[in-house]
């Protein structure tokens, strides 16, 4: 047992390969910080390009578990109603989300608009597991497509 602790410390090493760092990044990119995982993923996979799925997977993880973060964050943000409801975009993103449901969270990925995305599913108290599922998808084929064009550039 104590081995495999030892090697899973040593992939998750930061100096190793990177994918501590690459779940830490993804993770705080995925809730309201303005931070990007994307510089990370493509410095682990220039320095180590046999780590491709362990960094797809981390990244994907970590951002899905921002997400859930988010997701948490909105569902206890009863103060903002107050401020939220009376913006004129209020009941258009309202309807869109109850209209779509978690299905919507496939746009977790998007920039700008992703994360905010999350906590009104959060608010809006949108089913968690179906959500979760739904940002995991978006955000897998999100960072697949940037890892095929890093490839692809190289």
């Known amino acids: 047992m104590d081995?495999?602790?030892e090697s899973v410390k040593a992939v998750l090493?930061?100096?190793g390969y990177g994918l501590g760092s690459l779940f830490a990044a993804s993770f705080l990119s995925a809730t309201l910080l303005?931070?990007?995982s994307e510089a990370v993923l493509y410095?682990?996979?220039k320095l180590n390009p046999s780590l491709l799925w362990p960094a797809l997977l981390t990244a994907t993880v970590g951002n899905t578990l921002g997400g859930a973060v988010t997701w948490w964050m909105g569902r206890g943000a009863e103060e903002v109603y107050e401020r939220v409801a009376t913006s004129p975009h209020h009941g258009g993103a309202k309807r869109w989300l109850t209209r779509f449901g978690?299905?919507?969270?496939?746009?977790a990925w998007v920039p700008i608009v992703g994360d905010p995305l999350c906590a009104v599913a959060g608010w809006l108290r949108l089913p968690f597991w179906p959500c979760?599922?739904?940002?995991?998808?978006?955000?897998f084929l999100r960072?697949?497509?940037?890892i095929t064009m890093f490839l692809a550039g190289s």
């Open 3 to 5: 081995a495999w602790i």
């Open 13 to 15: 090493a930061l100096p």
């Open 34 to 36: 303005p931070l990007g």
């Open 43 to 45: 410095g682990v996979l």
């Open 102 to 107: 978690p299905p919507a969270c496939l746009l």
């Open 132 to 139: 979760v599922f739904y940002m995991a998808a978006g955000k």
């Open 143 to 146: 960072y697949l497509t940037i």
